[in-house]
């Protein structure tokens, strides 16, 4: 049973930085995609990043990309985002994602498409 727990998430003010952990156990397979998502109340879950376990070919949403970074531990499966000059619109609850894969499809920033959710980390932006 695949079991992904977040960590790392917090208060900040605007244009500060953050950096939010994903650690992963009960993984059985080698190549997967992985992925960060947020949630903001009343608003639909988005996503914000996704990696290739094995090949490290990221994506981001145009929302975050030159701000957010995404990366794994190759060797224990934990994901990372590092989050900087973040936003007052940044703020939401932060969920990581996994699912078998090879790579990454293109359209991996559906939340549809992941089989495994951690229960996620507030980030709030002030």
């Known amino acids: 049973h695949v079991q992904l727990v977040e960590s790392g998430g917090g208060s900040i003010q605007a244009g500060g930085s953050l950096r939010l952990s994903c650690s992963a156990s009960?993984?059985?397979?080698?190549?997967?995609?992985m992925a960060w998502f947020r949630q903001a109340p009343g608003k639909e879950r988005e996503g914000a990043a996704r990696?290739?376990?094995?090949?490290?070919?990221?994506y981001y949403a145009d929302s975050v990309k030159g701000r957010f970074t995404i990366s794994r531990d190759k060797a224990n499966y934990t994901l990372y985002l590092q989050m900087n000059n973040l936003r007052v619109e940044d703020t939401a609850m932060y969920y990581c994602?996994?699912?078998?894969?090879?790579?990454?499809?293109?359209?991996?920033?559906?939340?549809?498409?992941?089989?495994?959710w951690g229960q996620g980390t507030q980030v709030t932006v002030s």
């Open positions: 009960g993984l059985t397979r080698s190549a997967y995609c």
């Open positions: 994602a996994i699912r078998i894969a090879a790579s990454c499809p293109s359209d991996a920033l559906r939340g549809d498409y992941y089989a495994a």
């Open positions: 990696i290739d376990t094995i090949g490290g070919a990221t």
